[in-house]
């Protein structure tokens, strides 16, 4: 029998085995693990069989804990039950975790481990997770590759039956979940000669069921409950011989042996280190270059961590070692040291005082972390810990891979240390997410890994932005098994597939001397010496790099593939390839056929046409690529443009700017904050330049209505009235008019746009209701290329930003056109281009933004609004804007209550101090403090005087040696003083949080009477995390885990709170209703309560051109889908009607106009036409039925 | 009374031919028609454009945005397969009325590329289409190509499906041809076994108060017959094809003029979309009285007998025709 070779990543590895042996799988997703349930559903909705020839049910739940239940429950009901989850997702499902445990239930959890949020939440890779997890009772078996996710899964499946301990199978998060490589793919015979029927017959037999009853899970008093908890111990100590007989058995099976430690390097080394993770490919790799050096290493890579099996784990070790590095992934604060470390100091001590240990001498044993939220562990590293074993003392709870310039925690290593062999074609990619290159990189690997006999590895790097986004390919092929765990450090192959990369970032860093550089290039072979920055000429001199030039974009309009140059850019790879390793991979001819196979086979199911114009690509390529003549001097008189500009603060400069270029982990342990703080407004420094179009403003038929400004989701358009004769003279091209406004005769208007902040999604043009009359093709606002414009318009909006913002209570915020003129205090998120969300969230920055609090959910609005490198959340002239912060995804409304009740409390002490000390400080300051109305900001800025002028007094007053305890008093009244002036509690979250994870968080917020708001920017599906249901999905939308569209109506949230009576409800859309949307935003503020807003967000994850997005919205309103409302209580107390119904209908716009202008409905249409039909109908009935109660609503006299 | 015509080779029962338009989107439609009476049917177009279209946008949003963040690699699940960005849709409709129907069932296919023309036409004879009708709905924008150019597209499609094929293929007829007698002679050699007059192509409406072009459809009424039946007339007798007259057939005496010019078939779809598809039987029964009340023996008997080779006056369909008209609308007189 042959074994198939399949290229695949280690979430596929793990899920294709858990959806083979499991009848249940219940999940909630969570980055990294999310592919793993979205591979499992859309394998069960493809009807695709388990071994038993049943098909797996998925079900995904509202947040991990429910997931641990509804397992929990499926397991005790019998059925072979799994999830996937990571980091906080496991967290939530430990209590249900003691359960599994303590009940002996046999169950595997398929974890992609993943840091734990701290002081900052990372969706990268480590192992604190799965730590927090050991605790619980579950056996945790470690997966370090791609192959071994793949056997382990297996493994951990049979082991789990016949132990009846459950399992956490853990592989590391992005590293190992997310990298492709070329494994042995198990075949169902396999996996059915690895699983005893009669284990999982048995298994069902002990399930909960009527015709066998019996009671499980009792409350247990002090009497019993020790000894009770002791009668597992024998399932305890037999498990590590059951999962060693499970992996014998496999090895039987499938040629691949596994131990419980397994170890590697000299039989007689003498020092060894031990770790677990994909951190052993670099460590195994690292090892047998040093031992074929003559040192004398090795390493124990532990794969079964609990039970924790310490007779295997020390005789795993050669006798000869004298000295033992436990590395783990995790840190554990204020501990005698990281768990491993524990465990290995342990058992050797254990076994030593035993007398069981093999060991001449007992080892010196030290324990250093590594890696943590996916930092780098490479053969460098690896070789300097080994060197620092070497010492007569080593360094103990060292790190490695960081500079510890605080508590000197860090061992120095060499970094030009590398093991990489040279018939390895080690390939880096420099794209755009946009430009499809991650894509075409995943083609090439399963291309070389499926049509050659060579080995293929791809890792990807991602942005922290998702407009504009960088993406780094790594790719490495070659003859042997490729193990390197780590980026290329040592690239023979750079392509940079954006030119403009070459001013921001050193794409030539990683090239090795000799290297092939492949550049994407407007400028022809003859030309582009003279385009490149200095120091990329300089470089490609000194390195003696073979340069190659290809302009795939004129190409790419040429067969009509728009931005998408990712076939080309594959094809001119495929044809340097030979270049880089003296011969191909694959022919010429051969990689020709094989691209075009792939292309079969990605895009066929999108028609022909999508094929045929992907394959003149390919075609037309090769005759495009043209290699450079290098000059042998350079010649360039211009440099990289600097990170962020000079007049950025300290920090900026010496921090953001670092992992603005990329280069952050070079950043010291003393440069970070050490409690996460961070100083908000820093996007602005940050100046990306993706645009290609910025909008123009045409001054003269404007009319000023200031809709533009409010729609643009990046807040790069602003508009201003000034004073023409107070203002310093402006740049030439600077435009301003006379103002419209009739308020303002006198003042002179301006509208700026940000030309190297903007994203290019031409919403505002959109939006703009002005039409040239001569050229209606033109508004009063229409894109131009930016690049001609860039200088300029940089210079015009530095100029912009110097005039003063207008008096805001001179403004009447409640029209569209006034609101616009103050600044944001939200700009240049790193939201996608023509985001549905931000032009909310820019709105109540302007309106409440400088005496605002958030709290924030996890989710897209917490990663554009506070995944570092900047910040968007700004700060006006006074120094005051929102202060944010974000807790988790579950727990925001009961976090932004939290914020509330301390202010509360804060303002109940502060008002009574002042009415204790109220003759002391003034009568009639007092008074007015304690009486102040503050209901608009004229009102405010007064009470905002009236604080300076108490904490001038409050000065006096302590200077002048009072009592210490009036000193006191005052001191403490001091300090707090400022939460007398309003403040504005926001909570801020997605649907996935306010309808799912949060929601019953959320209830008891409204229910509380606090005074809080809670805006949900819905986009109706989980769109952080790409795209999944959510109870917020309309009924006949295709979603992950809705494959086939889903069948249930969406939960009217807006009701459920109405129902309370005392919350202030409305529903917005800011596409269709600007001054409702700033009205609700008003009143909601205003309420003197629980508000709730919930706000149509169009997004990407909605399937069309963003650029529509106010259409749709206009459409979901006008359909009737998507009413307008308000419900304000304060109304019945005026015996009024709460309810007002501010939409109305269009008959001629039909559900499905506005619906089947969305991939996310058509997908179903396209796919399965009678199933849309259904749901269509279905949908329109769930349109009527909602008008007809809301119009009922609304009549109520 | 017999009605019987012969078209592309195809025996029909009468000369009532519902022509390509939403109506036939419906096997149930489709099966109204032929309980009207309707002798034939020429399906909705399949639009290799539309095809295109709907794959490019398809691969639009199941690309866009994926692949460029860590958390968010894609948007979508990959469903088995869908449905409109091929012919299947189409084939299956035309598999479908093929098993409801006794009539024979006319596709129509309209394409842009070369590959596109053979392999759809390919495949509409496969799911089992009696003929295939062309639809070459191409407007000449560009200020460079010639009319030369223009007409050979006409052909070479036509050449190249004829070569594909072997079912009967007709051809529509662009009415702005500047030499239409030549061009369906050359059609007609390059193997067009049926000619339709003519491609009714609908022209954009201007929208003063959004400053904006807006499609508009409007409906043929009687009068638009004139031109494909002087165009039927002129050619009955001279090209050996069948010629179907299209646009514009609202009654039965508009059917028979249709005959009467030399037209094997009418077809009819405004008609239709107005009055519903019922409407057949009162024109085959006006057609049948009227030819009873005439003493005519069969509908063959008017054929052609209107054309220009039989009227006592042919000179009626050139020139003249135009100069008395407007001779007619002289300003005097108003």
Wanted: charged letters at 20%.
């Amino acid at each position: 029998m042959t074994t198939q070779m399949i290229t695949i990543d280690g979430n596929e590895a793990a899920a294709r085995i858990a959806h083979k042996v499991n009848e249940v799988i219940a999940i909630y997703p969570i980055t990294p693990s999310s592919p793993m349930g979205e591979l499992a559903d859309q394998w069960s909705a493809h009807g695709d069989p388990n071994i038993w020839g049943s098909v797996p049910m998925v079900v995904e739940m509202q947040a991990e804990g429910g997931a641990a239940g509804a397992v929990h429950g499926a397991l005790q009901t019998g059925a072979l039950t799994t999830t996937f989850t990571a980091s906080q997702g496991l967290l939530l499902m430990i209590p249900n975790m003691y359960k599994i445990a303590g009940e002996l239930t046999s169950t595997v959890f398929h974890v992609a481990a993943r840091s734990v949020a701290a002081q900052a939440l990372s969706i990268f890779g480590d192992h604190s997770d799965v730590m927090a997890a050991r605790n619980t009772g579950f056996g945790l078996l470690a997966s370090s590759s791609v192959q071994q996710v793949h056997d382990m899964a297996l493994i951990a499946q049979a082991a789990t039956l016949e132990a009846r301990l459950p399992f956490i199978h853990f592989f590391d998060g992005f590293r190992t979940s997310h990298e492709i490589n070329k494994i042995a793919a198990i075949d169902d015979e396999t996996i059915r000669a690895m699983i005893n029927d009669e284990l999982v017959f048995a298994h069902r037999q002990r399930g909960l069921s009527p015709d066998h009853p019996v009671l499980r899970g009792t409350a247990q008093n002090p009497d019993v409950f020790f000894q009770a908890r002791e009668t597992v111990n024998p399932f305890y100590d037999a498990a590590p011989g059951i999962v060693q007989g499970a992996m014998d058995k496999f090895a039987a099976l499938t040629g691949r042996q596994y131990h419980l430690f397994d170890y590697v390097g000299a039989p007689d080394a003498e020092r060894v280190v031990v770790l677990m993770g994909s951190g052993t490919g670099a460590v195994n790799e690292t090892v047998h270059y040093l031992v074929e050096r003559g040192e004398k290493v090795g390493a124990v890579f532990v794969r079964l961590y609990r039970p924790f099996d310490m007779a295997a784990c020390v005789n795993a070790f050669p006798a000869t070692v004298e000295k033992i590095a436990v590395l783990d992934r995790t840190k554990e604060p204020g501990s005698a040291g990281e768990p491993l470390y524990l465990d290995v100091v342990s058992a050797v001590m254990e076994q030593w005082a035993n007398g069981d240990a093999p060991f001449a001498h007992l080892p010196k044993i030290v324990g250093g972390r590594y890696g943590l939220s996916s930092k780098e562990f490479t053969p460098a590293m690896i070789k300097g810990i080994f060197d620092g074993l070497s010492a007569d003392k080593p360094k103990n709870h060292f790190t490695v891979g960081i500079i510890d310039d605080v508590t000197h925690s860090s061992i120095a290593y060499d970094e030009a240390f590398s093991t990489e062999d040279d018939d390895v074609v080690r390939a880096v990619f420099y794209g755009l997410g946009s430009d499809g290159t991650v894509g075409a990189n995943k083609n090439s690997i399963k291309i070389i890994g499926e049509n050659t006999g060579n080995s293929a590895q791809g890792h990807f790097v991602y942005d922290s932005k998702k407009a504009g986004a960088v993406t780094v390919s790594h790719l490495r092929f070659g003859p042997r098994k490729i193990t390197s765990t780590y980026q290329i450090e040592r690239a023979n192959f750079v392509a940079c597939h954006q030119f403009n990369f070459l001013e921001r970032y050193d794409v030539l860093r990683l090239a090795q001397p000799g290297a092939t550089f492949l550049l994407n290039s407007p400028y022809d072979a003859d030309t582009v010496w003279d385009y490149l920055p200095r120091s990329v000429q300089e470089t490609i001199i000194d390195k003696q790099l073979r340069f190659y030039v290809v302009d795939a974009y004129a190409l790419a309009a040429e067969v009509r593939l728009g931005r998408r140059i990712n076939t080309i850019m594959q094809t001119c790879f495929f044809a340097l390839m030979e270049q880089v390793t003296g011969k191909p991979l694959l022919s010429r001819k051969d990689a020709i056929e094989s691209i075009k196979m792939a292309i079969v086979k990605s895009y066929s199911k999108r028609g022909q046409a999508v094929v045929d114009m992907n394959n003149a690509a390919v075609d037309a390529a090769v005759a495009h690529l043209h290699e450079v003549t290098v000059p042998q001097t350079v010649t360039s008189m211009f440099e990289r443009v600097p990170a962020v500009p000079a007049y950025a603060p300290e920090f900026v400069q010496s921090v953001t700017a670092r992992m603005i270029e990329r280069v952050g982990d070079s950043l010291p342990v003393s440069a970070m904050p050490a409690d996460g703080t961070y100083p908000t407004g820093t996007t602005k420094y940050e100046k990306r330049n993706i645009a290609q179009e910025i909008p123009v403003w045409d001054e003269d038929i404007c009319i000023q209505c200031g809709k533009c400004v409010l729609v643009c989701p990046h807040q790069v358009i602003r508009m201003k009235l000034f004073d023409p004769d107070s203002a310093e003279p402006a740049p030439e091209t600077f435009k301003s008019v006379p103002a419209r406004y009739k308020e303002f005769k006198d003042m002179q208007f301006s509208l700026q746009v940000a030309p190297e902040d903007c994203t290019g999604c031409t919403l505002c043009v959109e939006v703009c209701p002005v039409k040239n009359k001569k050229q209606p093709k033109f508004k009063a606002i229409n894109m131009a290329p930016q690049a001609p414009l860039r200088q300029q318009e940089a210079e015009n909006w530095d100029y912009f930003l110097t005039l003063p913002e207008m008096d805001r209570s001179q403004l009447a915020l409640n029209q569209v056109k006034y609101s616009q003129l103050l600044d944001p205090l939200f700009e240049f998120s790193g939201a996608c281009a023509g985001c549905g969300e931000t032009p909310y969230l820019g709105l109540m920055s302007r309106l409440f933004g400088d005496r605002a609090i958030i709290a924030n959910a996890t989710g897209c609005s917490s990663i554009y609004g506070g995944n570092l490198p900047t910040t968007p959340w700004s700060q006006n002239a006074d120094g005051r804007g929102p202060a944010w912060s974000n807790s988790l995804f579950e727990d925001n409304a009961e976090f932004g209550m939290g914020m509330r009740v301390a202010l509360d409390q804060r303002i109940e002490a502060a008002t009574n101090l002042l009415r204790q000390h109220r003759e002391v400080i003034g009568v009639q300051l007092v008074d007015a403090l304690l009486f102040a109305d503050q209901i608009d900001d004229a009102a405010i800025g007064r009470q905002r005087d009236r604080v300076a002028q108490l904490k001038t007094r409050l000065d006096e007053l302590l200077q002048a040696n009072g009592s210490a305890e009036m000193a006191h008093d005052l001191s403490n009244l001091k300090s707090m003083a400022d939460v007398l002036v309003k403040k504005s509690v926001w909570i801020v979250g997605g649907d996935g949080w306010a309808y799912d994870i949060g929601y019953g968080g959320l209830d008891h917020v409204l229910a509380s009477g606090r005074n809080v708001n809670v805006l949900v920017l819905d986009t109706e599906v989980y769109s952080n995390t790409g795209g999944q249901m959510s109870k917020a999905t309309p009924r006949a939308a295709v979603a992950k885990f809705a494959a086939a569209g889903k069948s249930t109506r969406r939960k009217d949230l807006g009701l459920l709170a109405i129902s309370y009576g005392n919350i202030y409800v409305a529903r917005i859309a800011f596409g269709a209703n600007d001054a409702h949307t700033i009205r609700v935003l008003q009143e909601a503020e205003a309420y003197d309560g629980p508000s709730l807003i919930i706000a149509y967000s169009h997004c990407i994850a909605h399937g069309y051109d963003m650029k529509f997005g106010l259409e749709q919205q206009k459409a979901a309103v006008e359909s009737g889908y998507w009413p307008l409302y308000r419900y304000n209580p304060d109304l019945a107390l005026e015996e009024k009607n709460p309810f007002s119904l501010d939409s109305r209908r269009k008959p001629q716009v039909k559900l499905e106009d506005y619906i089947y202008r969305e991939g996310r409905y058509r997908m179903l249409l396209q796919s399965n036409p009678e199933a849309a039909a259904r749901l269509l109908a279905l949908a329109k009935g769930d349109v009527e039925e909602r008008w007809e109660s809301y119009t009922n609503l609304a009549a109520i006299e | 009374m017999d009605l019987s015509t012969t078209y592309l080779g195809l025996e029909l029962k009468n000369p009532i031919v519902p022509s390509s338009s939403p109506l036939t989107r419906h096997i149930s439609t489709l099966r109204e028609m032929e309980d009207a009476g309707a002798a034939g049917v020429v399906l909705y177009s399949l639009f290799e454009e539309e095809i295109n279209r709907a794959s490019h946008t398809l691969d639009r949003y199941l690309t866009e945005g994926t692949e460029l963040y860590a958390e968010a690699l894609s948007y979508f699940p990959e469903a088995p397969s869908y449905r409109d960005v091929g012919p299947e849709a189409y084939l299956d409709h035309i598999r479908k009325a093929k098993s409801a129907l006794d009539m024979p069932v006319i596709a129509s296919l309209n394409g842009v590329s070369t590959g596109g023309w053979i392999r759809y036409a390919r495949q509409i004879e496969e799911a089992g289409a009696d003929a295939l009708e062309l639809n070459i709905y191409y407007i000449p924008t560009s200020l460079e190509i010639s009319s030369a150019e223009v007409e050979q597209i006409y052909i070479d499609v036509l050449r190249d499906v004829k070569s594909s094929v072997s079912i009967p293929v007709a051809l529509k007829m662009n009415p702005y041809f500047s030499a239409i007698g030549t061009m369906s002679r050359r059609l007609v050699e390059a193997g067009a076994n049926g000619l339709v007059f003519f491609n009714r192509f609908y022209q954009p409406d201007l929208d003063l108060e959004n400053l904006d072009v807006t499609p508009n459809l409007i409906l043929s009424n009687s009068a638009e017959m004139r031109l494909p039946l002087r165009w039927i007339a002129l050619l009955y007798g001279r090209i050996d094809t069948s010629l179907a007259l299209t646009t514009g057939i609202h009654t039965s005496e508009d059917a028979l003029k249709a005959v009467a010019a030399g037209a094997d078939v009418a077809m009819l779809a405004s008609e239709l979309l107005r009055n519903g598809v019922y409407r057949i039987q009162d024109i085959l029964g006006g057609m049948k009285d009227w030819l009873l009340q005439n003493e005519y023996e069969s509908l063959d008997q008017l054929r052609g007998s209107l054309s220009q080779i039989n009227v006592p006056a042919p000179a009626a369909f050139e020139r003249a025709n135009y100069i008395r008209l407007i001779g007619s609308y002289d300003p005097a007189y108003f």
